[in-house]
């Protein structure tokens, strides 16, 4: 485990989150995990309650080539990148194996049964509690949780919108309480091919940023957060330490 500005990462392989996530809805607890990258950290310095969400998770993977090069400066390198995109199709493929259910919501109308009818084309035996695209605070969607039970709830509402209401869910009283909980922010538009995703190759090189700076130029301040901001941070951390 290592602290990136006061934020939790775990050091973890990919097949090593895929078990224990597999543990934690055999346990029956609700659990939680995060998918943290750059903008995470920078978002939870401003943002307490965001920063106790990301710290108290059961699972923080590295969602971000900016964490691996961060946590080899700090001299503490993580284990491996683990992309929400990849971790959801691996979810969703144990899910499968396993006989999980599991509920897809939030994203624009219509995207959360899109993504669920696009995996169920690959994991044909996938059990689709169900999908919605829902809001946070929205009465009928913890009525549609409550209902169908699933085992397994992937929330698209973005950051840090979806691991706040993923973490009231798990403390209201009222709620059900899913096995296991994770919020994938856009990973339904990726599924679905609304928003293509880099080649393999420019993931690797960890140019991701620029391929989303050419298709989404809207999306500059949020990069510029990543890409700048981040590592000046970063290295201001070490330089006090």
């Keep these: 485990m290592l602290k990136i500005l006061g934020v939790k990462i775990d050091s973890i392989t990919f097949e090593q989150a895929i078990t224990k996530i597999d543990k934690f ?17 920078m978002a939870a310095q401003k943002d307490k309650l965001f920063k106790k969400i990301l710290n108290q998770a059961d699972l923080a993977v590295a969602d971000g080539f900016g964490l691996i090069l961060a946590s080899r400066y700090l001299g503490k390198p993580l284990k491996e990148r683990i992309a929400g995109v990849d971790l959801t199709w691996a979810i969703c493929k144990l899910a499968e194996d396993r006989g999980y259910s599991v509920f897809f919501l939030g994203g624009a109308e219509g995207i959360a049964k899109k993504t669920a ?94 391929y989303r700076l050419f298709k989404q130029p809207f999306r500059f301040r949020r990069i510029f957060t990543a890409i700048v901001l981040f590592p000046l941070a970063v290295l201001k951390q070490k330089i006090i330490k």
């Design 25 to 41: 809805i055999c346990d029956k607890k609700p659990s939680q995990i995060v998918t943290v990258n750059p903008e995470f950290i």
């Design 117 to 210: 009818l696009r995996i169920k084309k690959i994991h044909q035996r996938l059990r689709i509690a169900g999908t919605f695209a829902g809001k946070p605070r929205d009465a009928k969607t913890l009525e549609m949780i409550k209902k169908t039970k699933p085992d397994i709830l992937l929330v698209a509402f973005g950051a840090p919108k979806q691991d706040k209401f993923i973490y009231d869910l798990n403390r209201s009283k009222d709620a059900f309480h899913p096995p296991l909980a994770i919020g994938v922010g856009g990973t339904f538009d990726y599924i679905t091919g609304v928003v293509p995703r880099a080649p393999e190759l420019i993931r690797t090189l960890g140019l991701e940023w620029l």
